[in-house]
């Protein structure tokens, strides 16, 4: 079984539309995350989210937004797509909130291309 | 804020030859420091980690020593193999744990020519 998993892996969709990407993790862990690799390999955290309660927020425009229906789940939802929203997006989930030293285990990544 | 800087790719190397990425990293306190892979089409891997000074990570006969004094974690592998052809990325977290998720560099190509 995949312990995280993201869908779908590849999306091509045009500028100005709105789309979702899920995510799933069978671990049993407390905390989610969205990261964006763009087309130079750079990482960067979008959010995470901790027993339904986002923590982090970092610069990301409010036309990102992540939704999480339950502990199992952090969707990713964007409107109104931009072509600089081109990337990896990558979900990620980790056992503790705190006192944990931080290992993450990473989905597949979703390509999202806007044209 | 912390920063982790790596070594810039493409690094190509030769089938046995002795590998070293270098990693230097800006954080306050005591974070923990990772090693992960990425193998093309995959998502990240953890490769190995270290979470407090002189501490040695290894796995798949890479290694690396958290060196607080250098602030520095180098990865070194003795003979690498094609297979070991990926994106290798150091990162950080913060002494607070893994809610802050990680702080990674950007990532260093390796190519492994037979």
């Known amino acids: 079984d995949t312990a995280v998993s993201q869908t779908p892996k590849y999306l091509v969709t045009q500028m100005g539309n709105d789309k979702s990407i899920k995510c799933e993790q069978n671990?049993?862990?407390?905390?989610m995350y969205w990261y964006k690799q763009d087309s130079k390999k750079f990482l960067k955290i979008m959010f995470s989210y901790n027993n339904k309660e986002l923590i982090i927020n970092e610069t990301v425009p409010n036309r990102f937004s992540p939704k999480s229906p339950d502990k199992a789940h952090l969707n990713l939802h964007i409107n109104s797509l931009e072509l600089g929203d081109s990337a990896v997006y990558f979900c990620?989930?980790?056992?503790?909130?705190?006192?944990?030293?931080?290992?993450?285990?990473f989905g597949e990544g979703s390509r999202l291309t806007v044209l | 804020g912390n920063s982790v800087t790596q070594m810039e790719g493409p690094v190509t190397l030769s089938e046995e030859a002795f590998l070293t990425i270098n990693c230097t990293y800006t954080a306050t306190g005591y974070p923990s420091l990772f090693w992960y892979v990425q193998y093309p089409g995959e998502g990240l891997q953890l490769l190995l980690k270290?979470?407090?000074?002189?501490d040695k990570g290894s796995n798949k006969g890479f290694e690396a020593t958290y060196r607080k004094e250098t602030t520095s974690f180098h990865l070194e592998k003795g003979s690498v193999q094609v297979s070991d052809s990926a994106v290798y990325f150091c990162?950080?977290?913060?002494?607070?744990?893994?809610?802050?998720?990680?702080?990674f560099g950007k990532g260093t190509h390796l190519i492994i020519q037979p």
């Open positions: 990162a950080l977290s913060d002494e607070g744990g893994g809610a802050d998720g990680l702080t």
């Open positions: 270290a979470t407090k000074a002189d």
């Open positions: 990620a989930s980790s056992p503790l909130d705190r006192g944990f030293v931080g290992e993450l285990f």
């Open positions: 671990l049993g862990h407390d905390t």
